[in-house]
């Protein structure tokens, strides 16, 4: 009963470097999202994916990419980190993104940027 | 702009009710969603409401006023484990989910 896994749950980079946060969802959803959550604000979402092969720019976009080249896999990656990014990170899938069908949340990613 | 409004924090005592309102402002609107977020984990979904009136799910129920841009969420006799955050989200006319900052609700004994 796995539901949204994300790896890993914490890292701390250094401002420059780069990495990969996984995302894997065993519901067979369609669509998958990532977030990010800050102190004192709703979450804000990055980049989101309709299905396999494709992506889109949510709210905040700017320095991350993402992958779906797998369905059950999208992956966030940070290019170049920076202080800014230093957040709480969250994958959530749904099975289809247009009305009632509410989205499943992953545990989260803390990940902290020096 | 979209915006969604919701109280920062509130306190309750055990076995009390508590509302929590919700007004919101979307580009469009194809419903919305209450969330349930405990302190260090991950947001679970409560419950969704797309036309004017309350719905009901045992302790919780969720109230949606469209002309008012207004929702609230009801909790029934309080049980500690209810202390949360309840984050409150707005669908746009993208599809796209506008979440409020989320109320930490604080249940005392």
């Known amino acids: 009963n796995a539901g949204v896994t994300q790896t890993p749950k914490f890292r701390v980079l250094k401002t420059g470097q780069s990495m990969t946060l996984l995302c894997a969802q065993d519901?067979?959803?369609?669509?998958m999202y990532w977030y990010r959550q800050d102190p004192g604000m709703g979450l804000r979402l990055i980049h989101y994916?309709?299905?396999?092969?494709?992506?889109a720019k949510g709210e905040v976009p700017d320095g991350y990419n993402v992958s779906r080249l797998k369905k059950q896999n999208f992956l966030l990656g940070l290019e170049s980190a920076a202080p800014s990014q230093t957040s709480v990170y969250f994958c959530?899938?749904?099975?289809?993104?247009?009305?009632?069908?509410?989205?499943?949340f992953g545990d989260g990613t803390r990940l902290s940027i020096l | 702009g979209q915006n969604i409004d919701q109280p920062t924090e509130m306190t309750a005592t055990e076995g009390a009710i508590v509302q929590i309102n919700c007004t919101y402002q979307?580009?469009?609107?194809?419903?919305l969603f209450w969330y349930q977020q405990h302190a260090g984990e991950a947001p679970t979904f409560l419950s969704y409401n797309v036309l004017d009136g309350l719905e009901e799910k045992g302790r919780f129920s969720s109230f949606l006023s469209r002309s008012k841009g207004y929702s609230y969420l009801l909790l029934k006799e309080l049980q500690m484990k209810d202390s949360a955050s309840y984050l409150c989200?707005?669908?746009?006319?993208?599809?796209?989910?506008?979440w409020g900052a989320g109320t930490k609700l604080i249940i005392k004994p």
């Open positions: 979307t580009s469009g609107f194809n419903g």
């Open positions: 989200a707005g669908l746009d006319s993208n599809y796209q989910l506008i």
């Open positions: 994916s309709v299905g396999e092969g494709t992506t």
């Open positions: 959530a899938s749904s099975y289809e993104g247009t009305g009632s069908q509410p989205q499943h």
């Open positions: 519901m067979n959803h369609e669509y």
